[in-house]
């Protein structure tokens, strides 16, 4: 059975699926894989019936905590101030706008069907409000949460919110330390985190209409008690045992007295074992893999296996793309379950069909000009942009090649009969021939003189590219018939 059949198995009542994502940065491929699970779960529900919603929220609330290379100079000083109040790295609207912006142009592509939330709307919308006011008022249950997952005591004047400071704006370089019931106490400490620099002010200020932020852990619970969302997954790096997953559904269960959602974690993509990160050049940014790989097919990756199995996907010099293409394909004309489920939930439209040309056969025709035309003819010119694209960033040296303008010098080791073949081959090629035609003959002449068709082959191919194997080596042959002749001739007169 498909994993998400499985999941959503015999399940009662309407549903709310949830996910967020944190606008400060690249979007790394891995980064796809939370999106398109609950969007994929968020149809089976509609699929069966079912009363469901699919929300994704942008943290766009969450301070600058870190920066990629190139903006550390032009971006330090905003460190601590909320993304949504910092500025674009290109200068144009916000840092939250931009990051975010990229992240919308990928679920248009993918077909994700989230209806997207600010997290900085919901907070000045009063949307959070009544959340805000009862994890106050219940700061001790908080406490007590964070001291047993983490077995050591909190501060008695810790409570769960930070406000952004009305001075110098920043919100990770404040910390609540008292509640009155209608305004909280703060102060501005210019050493409480190690990234960001406070500016010594403190007051007291409401905690509403976006004046205020409660931290990540306890702002998720708030989000399953605020909206009764049902399933919400995680990532490895927040679900790993007492991670961010676990207090936040501990102070869902024992401050907020509501049962957490569905678990459900999720593995990570690895990249040679490491977890992929486009801040350390460790595997693909989602734009880049949507270069190299249809949407479908980028969908299919990230649903083909059951969420907490991890998957290696390291795509230079190496057969993972070649080998996915072949994959979703199988799973387009498979009767199993799980692959025929993992395919139609891949799909943007029903009805689709992949072609039935493997994509290492496609990745030889668009390095021969004279099968341009059978491409078209196959219906095969969206596939093909993407060989090129493989075959040019992607692909081991070993499935490219070029037909050489010189002799290669590894014909210098081809046998007596080898070259007697070559010879053969040459004169042949003064009739006219069908190419399919002529590529059944060549094992027909290399049985006449009792050679063996590998032998044979390899001198064509090492007499052409240098190589010991390549493409239908007729097609390649008559891509330049005359050239080909002369080539035959020269080899075998050495």
């Not at 943290?59 to 101030?81: A, C, F, N, R, V």
């Not at 990928?106 to 209806?115: G, S, T, V």
């Not at 939930?345 to 668009?366: H, I, N, Y």
Request: glycine share 8%; hydrophobic share 35%; net charge positive.
């Amino acid at each position: 059975m498909f994993w998400a059949d499985q999941l959503l198995k015999d399940r009662k009542g309407p549903e709310w699926v949830n996910d967020s994502w944190t606008p400060s940065g690249i979007i790394h491929m891995g980064g796809l894989k939370g999106p398109v699970i609950h969007d994929v779960l968020f149809k089976i529900l509609k699929e069966q019936g079912k009363k469901v919603k699919y929300t994704f929220g942008f943290d766009d609330m969450d301070p600058i905590d870190g920066l990629p290379s190139d903006l550390q100079k032009s971006h330090e000083k905003y460190m601590g101030i909320p993304i949504f109040n910092a500025p674009a790295p290109s200068g144009n609207g916000s840092f939250g706008d931009y990051y975010g912006n990229m992240m919308r142009d990928l679920f248009k592509k993918l077909d994700i069907q989230a209806e997207i939330y600010l997290a900085s709307d919901y907070y000045k919308k009063g949307i959070y409000n009544k959340a805000i006011e009862f994890v106050l008022n219940h700061a001790d249950k908080v406490r007590k949460v964070y001291s047993d997952m983490y077995k050591k005591p909190v501060a008695s004047d810790w409570y769960p919110l930070q406000v952004i400071c009305p001075k110098c704006g920043k919100l990770g370089t404040t910390k609540v330390i008292g509640w009155d019931e209608e305004k909280v106490e703060f102060v501005c400490k210019v050493d409480l985190v190690k990234w960001a620099k406070g500016c010594g002010n403190g007051g007291k200020i409401s905690p509403y209409g976006g004046n205020a932020k409660m931290p990540f852990k306890v702002e998720w619970a708030a989000k399953w008690w605020t909206f009764n969302v049902t399933i919400e997954g995680a990532g490895k790096d927040h679900a790993s045992a007492g991670g961010t997953y676990d207090v936040a559904r501990k102070i869902c269960k024992e401050v907020f007295g509501k049962e957490p959602p569905l678990a459900l974690p999720y593995e990570f993509f690895l990249y040679d074992g490491k977890k992929m990160s486009s801040s350390k050049g460790l595997g693909l940014t989602g734009e880049s893999l949507l270069e190299v790989l249809p949407p479908q097919i980028v969908r299919f990756l990230m649903i083909k296996a059951a969420p907490n199995q991890a998957i290696e996907f390291n795509p230079n010099q190496t057969y993972i793309i070649p080998r996915l293409y072949d994959d979703y394909q199988k799973a387009a004309e498979s009767d199993e379950d799980y692959l025929r489920r993992s395919y139609k939930f891949s799909q943007l439209k029903d009805g689709e069909k992949p072609p039935k040309v493997r994509f290492s056969v496609l990745a030889q025709w668009v390095q021969m000009p004279n099968l341009q035309d059978k491409i078209r003819e196959e219906g095969l010119s969206e596939w093909a942009e993407y060989a090129r694209i493989w075959l040019g960033r992607y692909a081991p040296e070993s499935v490219k090649f070029e037909v050489q303008q010189k002799i290669p010098e590894k014909t210098n080791k081809l046998s007596v009969k080898q070259k007697e073949f070559l010879n053969k081959v040459s004169k042949e090629l003064n009739k006219e021939w069908n190419v399919e035609e002529f590529q059944k003959k060549l094992y027909e002449w290399a049985k006449e003189i009792d050679l063996s068709s590998n032998e044979a082959f390899q001198s064509l191919y090492i007499s052409l590219i240098g190589k010991d194997f390549g493409p239908k080596i007729a097609w390649l042959i008559f891509e330049n018939r005359e050239f080909s002749k002369k080539r035959f001739e020269d080899v075998s007169s050495i």
